[in-house]
């Protein structure tokens, strides 16, 4: 069936998906994406999620290998996003007599998603409820907004394993190999960047727990070195900049503003910026700019006005920042402008709408293509930065 291995009474049956064109519809996702789904073999067996609808096949073959023709007792719903709870009406088709374990929001919300008889099982749960399989005991924490309110996390105590719903997730399936912060720093901060503070509640509870396994819903098995995931959640769920370095993100019509950015990449660059990142927002994954903007302590906004406001693509990543809580950065503002300039002040103004934005003293104004006069304040803003 598979070859991932979390233990001798913990099989993995979740299912790779290398067809998705755009995870949530918005996401693009190179390596595919990977819907977790485990089963807990014990006196009573336990299964923890379901899977997407894209892959309910293979999905339910892997369920039925994992059984070998016993019955399921429980299906544990830790998270109601049709990416994982896409098979709850099949599951409890084909397995009538198996509970629904989930928290009091999980059932008020389930029914907007599934009619189920009215004869379906249901044990609901609370905050460090346990539910003993045999030799196994799940204890269950609400982790709410990591990633939807209804979300819960369990614990299974004799093994030390996490079932971490899409906390320490990431994109790309399973049998990809690639560095797993790059992947899990994008999905995190245009996933969950909104929730710093209910991620940071979720730690704290994980802080009290000897953790030995995380199994999420999205990613790699975690088994080894788990302090750097922690440590690395613990930075991003707190908003502090993983890295020294200056985001160049730029928006460019007819290419002017773009020379602009990359003439002042490299002056960052000579004059010894840590790390200069220089991306033009129309072309580069906008997802991948802001994981980028939260990454790195400071960020550099360029972009032409349009339509006397700023061009479009610049005001829709500003508006992104804004929605995933993008905070306590330096920021520098260039503009450009042909005849009335007012990209500068939009941009001035949504980015106000963050917290604890920090600015430089210098602001560029391009009038259509760099001369000598917005050149030289260039390089101002590029000694301020560097
Ligand atoms: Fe992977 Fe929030 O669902």
């Known amino acids: 069936m598979n ?19 755009l995870f949530e519809s918005q ?21 923890m999620d379901t899977a997407d609808q894209r892959v309910t096949e293979k999905w339910f073959s892997n369920l039925e290998s994992a059984l070998s023709g016993k019955a399921p007792d429980y299906l544990v719903i830790h998270h109601l996003e049709p990416d994982h709870a896409g098979n709850i009406k099949n599951f409890i088709e084909k397995y009538p007599d198996a509970t629904l374990v989930g928290n009091a929001k999980i059932f008020s919300m389930l029914g907007q998603f599934f009619e ?27 982790a709410p907004m990591v990633h939807w309110p209804e979300v819960m996390v369990s614990f299974e105590n004799s ?18 190999d690639e560095d797993w912060a790059c992947e899990a720093r994008r999905y995190y901060f245009n996933i969950c960047g909104k929730y710093g503070v209910q991620v940071q509640a979720l730690l704290k509870k994980a802080a009290t727990l000897d953790i030995k396994t995380i199994c999420p819903l999205h990613g790699p098995i975690l088994k080894e070195n788990l302090g750097y995931y922690i440590d690395l959640y613990n930075t991003w769920s707190t908003y502090t900049p993983e890295n020294k370095g200056v985001l160049v993100a730029y928006a460019s019509i007819h290419g002017n503003t773009r020379k602009a950015a990359e003439l002042l990449g490299k002056t ?5 910026a840590e790390k200069v990142v220089v991306s033009d927002l129309a072309r580069e994954d906008m997802a991948e700019v802001i994981e980028d903007a939260f990454r790195y302590d400071r960020m550099i906004v360029m972009a032409p006005t349009y339509d006397a406001g700023v061009f ?11 929605a995933k809580n993008y905070n306590s950065r330096k920021v520098g503002i260039v503009e450009n402008g042909s005849w009335a300039p007012m990209a500068g002040k939009v941009m001035r103004g949504i980015l106000d709408e963050m917290k604890n934005i920090t600015y430089c003293d210098t602001t560029v104004t391009i009038k259509s293509s760099l001369k000598a006069d917005s050149t030289e304040a260039l390089k101002a803003l590029a000694k301020e930065m560097a």
Not at 4 to 13: A, M, Q, R
Not at 27 to 41: E, F, Q, T, W
Not at 312 to 322: A, G, S, W
Request: proline fraction near 3%; aromatic fraction near 10%; hydrophobic fraction near 40%.
């Open 268 to 272: 960052l660059e000579e004059l010894g």
């Open 312 to 322: 479009p693509v610049m005001e829709d990543f500003l508006r992104h920042l804004k």
């Open 3 to 21: 070859d991932i291995k979390i233990s001798d009474s913990i099989v993995y049956i979740g299912c790779n998906d290398y067809d998705i064109d």
């Open 116 to 142: 189920l008889p009215e004869s379906v099982n249901k044990l609901t749960v609370k905050e460090g409820d346990e539910l003993s399989l045999g030799s196994h005991t799940l204890s269950f924490y609400m």
């Open 159 to 176: 093994e030390g394993v996490l079932f971490s719903a899409d906390g320490f997730g990431k994109f790309g399936t399973l049998d990809t």
């Open 27 to 47: 996401y693009v996702v190179p390596n595919g994406m990977a819907y977790n789904s485990y089963v807990i073999l014990d006196e009573k067996i336990a299964v």
